[in-house]
């Protein structure tokens, strides 16, 4: 296992429980246990988290993996996701991404689609996540419109008021969110409140709303809300979610896909 592997798995795993030890995480990763405090006293360089006398905790309270760190998690299902989120999306319409890692998978997406490989322009794509941006310039069938702002590096997404005044001078035929929670009577939910801010922004300037988000981030809330979920036209999530929460979704009339 390399060690940028290692270190997604480390970091999830803090996540998920709080505390490791040594002893553990080696146990798991199948690595020696010096391998292991090698990486975490590397990572609590970065501040990725707190070393502790045998193990580590997260750093912080409320604590949000950059993105950088997530792309392995849930990865397959992600990839399904993007594919029936892209496939919702008709040519020649102007849609909107916010950051994140399904978001990103998305735009993949989107860019191999054979029906979007010309036209004039066969997409307006309207962000405000840098990496999404720099992947899809490359496309010049592609319009790409980028918000201004100032970057949040955990998710490469702008915020502030410079984004504000670009978003409320466009209209588009489509959001698509990513979310770290949706749930039916919270909402969707991000853990920044700047960002939460510009993503309720984009919702509200869109015809129909499209929460792309796998089954870990169902029935969850977060700090920072961004819509709540009668704004919501489709969710999009994997074969994993439990029936009755797909239920209760369906129940507040939101169309879900499951894939």
Same mark, same amino acid.
């Given at each position: 296992?390399? $060690?940028?592997?290692?270190?997604?798995?480390?970091?999830?795993?803090?996540?998920?429980?709080?505390?490791?030890?040594?002893?553990?995480?080696?146990?798991?990763?199948?690595?020696?246990?010096?391998?292991?405090?090698? !990486?975490? !006293?590397?990572?609590?360089?970065?501040?990725?988290?707190? $070393? @502790?006398?045998?193990?580590?905790?997260?750093?912080?309270?409320?604590?949000?993996?950059?993105?950088?760190?997530?792309? +392995?998690?849930?990865? @397959? #299902?992600?990839?399904?996701?993007?594919?029936?989120?892209?496939?919702?999306?008709?040519?020649?319409?102007?849609?909107?991404?916010?950051?994140?890692?399904?978001?990103?998978?998305?735009?993949?997406?989107? +860019?191999?689609?054979?029906?979007?490989?010309?036209?004039?322009?066969?997409?307006?794509?309207?962000?405000?996540?840098?990496?999404?941006?720099?992947?899809?310039?490359?496309?010049?069938?592609?319009?790409?419109?980028?918000?201004?702002?100032?970057?949040?590096?955990?998710?490469?997404?702008?915020?502030?008021?410079?984004? /504000?005044?670009?978003?409320?001078?466009?209209?588009?035929?489509?959001?698509?969110?990513?979310?770290?929670?949706? /749930?039916?009577?919270?909402?969707?939910?991000?853990? !920044? #409140?700047? #960002?939460?801010?510009?993503?309720?922004?984009?919702?509200?300037?869109?015809? $129909?709303?499209?929460?792309?988000?796998?089954?870990?981030?169902?029935?969850?809330?977060?700090?920072? $809300?961004?819509?709540? +979920?009668?704004?919501?036209?489709?969710?999009?999530?994997?074969?994993?979610?439990?029936?009755?929460?797909?239920?209760?979704?369906? #129940?507040?009339?939101?169309?879900?896909?499951?894939?």
């Amino acid at each position: 296992m390399s $060690r940028d592997a290692r270190w997604q798995t480390l970091l999830a795993l803090l996540v998920e429980r709080g505390r490791l030890d040594v002893e553990e995480a080696a146990a798991e990763l199948s690595v020696s246990a010096a391998t292991i405090r090698r !990486d975490f !006293d590397q990572l609590a360089e970065q501040q990725m988290l707190v $070393r @502790t006398r045998g193990g580590a905790v997260v750093h912080g309270v409320s604590y949000e993996l950059p993105l950088r760190y997530k792309t +392995a998690r849930h990865a @397959t #299902e992600k990839q399904r996701i993007a594919k029936a989120v892209a496939e919702l999306v008709a040519p020649g319409e102007a849609v909107g991404l916010t950051g994140g890692t399904t978001t990103t998978e998305v735009a993949r997406a989107l +860019a191999v689609r054979g029906d979007l490989a010309s036209g004039s322009p066969a997409l307006t794509v309207v962000t405000n996540a840098l990496n999404i941006a720099n992947e899809l310039a490359v496309r010049p069938q592609f319009k790409i419109v980028v918000t201004g702002g100032v970057a949040r590096p955990q998710s490469y997404e702008l915020i502030g008021p410079l984004a /504000d005044s670009v978003l409320g001078q466009i209209t588009m035929d489509v959001a698509v969110l990513g979310v770290v929670a949706f /749930d039916v009577t919270h909402g969707a939910a991000a853990h !920044d #409140e700047a #960002e939460a801010a510009i993503n309720r922004l984009l919702c509200e300037r869109a015809e $129909r709303v499209i929460v792309a988000a796998d089954s870990s981030k169902l029935g969850r809330r977060a700090f920072a $809300r961004i819509c709540a +979920a009668e704004l919501v036209d489709t969710l999009v999530t994997d074969t994993a979610a439990a029936p009755d929460t797909v239920l209760r979704f369906e #129940e507040a009339g939101i169309r879900v896909v499951t894939v």
